[in-house]
């Protein structure tokens, strides 16, 4: 995704296995610990390499942080891509991200947007890689939501490029509201009266049962 991320040396298929080893269990333990709470050493050991390994791929914290955002951003957009060109691509995609939050209760946030404010204040080259990964995000949602809106299913005067963005920030909000309350009942009221008011409000009633609230947890 990030530019100097295409621009590092080609590694060999065992270096690229290694590396996305070593990004992988970096995103879980930061996901679950905090940027400031995880050391390169908690690192090497989640992904049982050396520290002469650790420091080949990665010489700083901040180029590993990096390739953690990339990792997200990607990940999130390929899933979101692929949900969203299939058959029903909306509603396939509605029923993907509450699964999810029902799953977790939204522990940790979002995987992406939990870095935010981590970073966006104190380090402006991994705010520019975070708000690139949102951009392409963005773009994904509003390529599904281009075709709702090419069938009729969608007001004619909506972009579905500002809807998209706006049902992001929707997202983002539910995912925070859920992660405080632990249950995924916000996030699930958030997206399902999103959906149906962008659609138009005699589709809120079917957009709800399909998605059963859930009991507040205590």
């Known amino acids: 995704m990030s530019n100097e991320l295409n621009a590092r040396p080609k590694l060999t298929p065992k270096g690229e296995r290694t590396r996305a080893r070593i990004v992988e269990q970096a995103a879980a333990l930061i ?10 050493d908690d690192v090497k050991l989640a992904a049982e390499v050396s520290g002469s ?20 951003a990607t990940g999130i957009v390929n899933r979101n891509r692929q949900v969203l060109s ?17 799953r977790t209760k939204a522990k940790g946030g979002c995987a992406l947007g939990s870095l935010v404010g981590q970073l966006a204040e104190t380090d402006p080259g991994a705010r520019t890689l975070i708000a690139s990964g ?5 773009a994904a949602i509003g390529d599904g939501l281009r075709s709702l809106h090419a069938q009729g299913k969608l007001p004619s005067d909506v972009d579905p490029d500002d809807l998209a963005t706006t049902l992001l920030a929707t997202l983002e909000g539910g995912l925070l509201l859920a992660q405080v309350q632990r249950s995924s009942r916000p996030f699930e009221i958030a997206i399902n009266t999103f959906l149906a008011l962008a659609a138009g409000s005699s589709t809120h009633r079917s957009s709800r049962t399909l998605a059963e609230p859930t009991r507040r947890s205590a």
């Open 134 to 138: 949102f951009d392409q995000w963005a």
């Open 86 to 102: 299939g058959a029903n691509g909306v509603e396939a995609w509605r029923k993907m991200v509450i699964t999810a939050a029902k």
């Open 31 to 40: 996901h679950e610990r905090g940027v400031a709470h995880t050391t390169l």
């Open 53 to 72: 390994q650790m420091y080949h791929y990665f010489p700083d914290k901040d180029e590993l942080v990096q390739a953690v955002i990339d990792y997200h």
